[in-house]
């Protein structure tokens, strides 16, 4: 199993933006839809956004939709998720993973099927 660490958070201000980045040092990653989860404090972790191998297909929970961007450069090995018009309430640990699709559905597979998670980062945005 590939765990990936994310990278890229910290103290941002309601309406500020923020850019994660997800990455392996071992793995390339470019056979892979990328699945971005977080998990806010006392609360169950969440999917939050996907993005297939090619970047041709990505999905995005309602809770962020419009105000985040994934997208990633298999040139470039780069992979961000970009966090805009940020809420208290996205305030949590964010963690990247892999999974073989993008959609809403693979989101929830990668969710119920990850035995481990990888180095998230955590965003905590102010008000």
């Known amino acids: 199993e590939v765990q990936l660490q994310a990278s890229g958070g910290g103290l941002v201000e309601a309406e500020g933006s923020v850019t994660l980045s997800c990455g392996s040092p071992?793995?390339?990653?470019?056979?892979?839809?990328i699945h971005w989860f977080r998990q806010a404090p006392g609360k169950e972790r969440e999917g939050v956004s996907c993005?297939?191998?090619?970047?041709?297909?990505?999905y995005y929970a309602d809770s962020v939709k419009g105000r985040f961007i994934v997208s990633r450069d298999n040139a470039k090995n780069t992979l961000t998720l970009q966090m805009n018009s940020l809420k208290t309430e996205d305030t949590a640990v964010y963690y990247c993973?892999?999974?073989?699709?993008?959609?809403?559905?693979?989101?929830?597979?990668?969710?119920?099927?990850?035995?481990?998670w990888g180095q998230g980062t955590l965003v905590t945005v102010s008000s």
């Open positions: 993973s892999t999974w073989s699709y993008c959609s809403k559905h693979g989101l929830e597979m990668a969710l119920s099927h990850a035995d481990s």
């Open positions: 993005i297939s191998d090619s970047g041709g297909v990505t």
């Open positions: 071992e793995f390339g990653l470019d056979d892979y839809a």
